[in-house]
């Protein structure tokens, strides 16, 4: 009977393709798409081109479509099983107010959120001080002096002896963004501490 609704639905309303090619998904499987690399400093956990991860991203990015975090969450959760134990804070790299608003969601947050693990927590450390040109937009030149010093701490909160933060984005292209937001969090590390970044895609 659900599958007649749903039919209906999309010939009224007929869905984005990237929702139409993950609605089978389950994020249990989804997991299939783990391709661990490193872009030093970042870990990056599947590839953009891998048609079913493009398809989650934008779908996630620009569709509004719940689901597609749940799947990309179950790679974040799969990659942070093989660390070591330890207390860790996700930090998404946070939007401009102007895009924040324009979206009404930052993609990153969601799939942070989705997580399913209670000893996962999200920190929303950052925030952007200025708005800037979306990256791929821009070539890397223009990228590297685009994001230069846009972070700052959101707040004067304290971070934690010994604890692991890692700084979370959805797509990894020069890595200038993550690369910005490290620089920008590394000073005020206590000691014993870690700073990760990770892309979901790259």
């Known amino acids: 009977m659900l599958d007649i609704f749903t039919s209906l639905f999309d010939l ?3 869905p984005p393709e990237p929702v139409i090619l993950l609605r089978p998904e389950k994020p249990e499987t989804f997991v299939r798409f783990i391709k661990i690399d490193q872009v030093p400093p970042v870990v990056v956990l599947a590839s953009y081109h891998t048609p079913l991860i493009h398809a989650a991203i934008t779908a996630n990015k620009f569709h509004n479509y719940p689901p ?9 959760e799969k990659w942070l099983s093989t660390l070591p ?3 860790t804070y996700l930090i998404p790299i946070p939007l401009g107010s102007k895009r924040a608003r324009e979206r009404g969601y930052n993609q990153v947050t969601r799939v942070l959120e989705s997580a ?6 999200v920190a929303e450390l ?14 890397r030149s223009e990228r590297l002096t685009n994001i230069k010093g846009v972070f700052a701490l959101k707040s004067q909160t304290e971070l934690k002896t010994n604890a692991r933060y890692i700084i979370c984005d959805d797509v990894l292209t020069t890595g200038a963004t993550l690369k910005e937001a490290r620089a920008t969090l590394v000073p005020l590390l206590p000691k014993g501490s870690e700073l990760l970044c990770v892309a979901l895609a790259h």
């Not at 950052?126 to 070539?139: D, F, I």
Request: proline share 6%; aromatic share 0%.
């Open 12 to 14: 009224i309303a007929p």
């Open 68 to 76: 597609a975090a749940k799947l990309l969450s179950a790679l974040l």
């Open 85 to 87: 134990e330890k207390e």
């Open 116 to 121: 399913t693990k209670q000893e996962i927590k």
């Open 126 to 139: 950052l925030k952007r001080v200025r708005e800037t040109a979306p990256q791929t937009s821009l070539n």
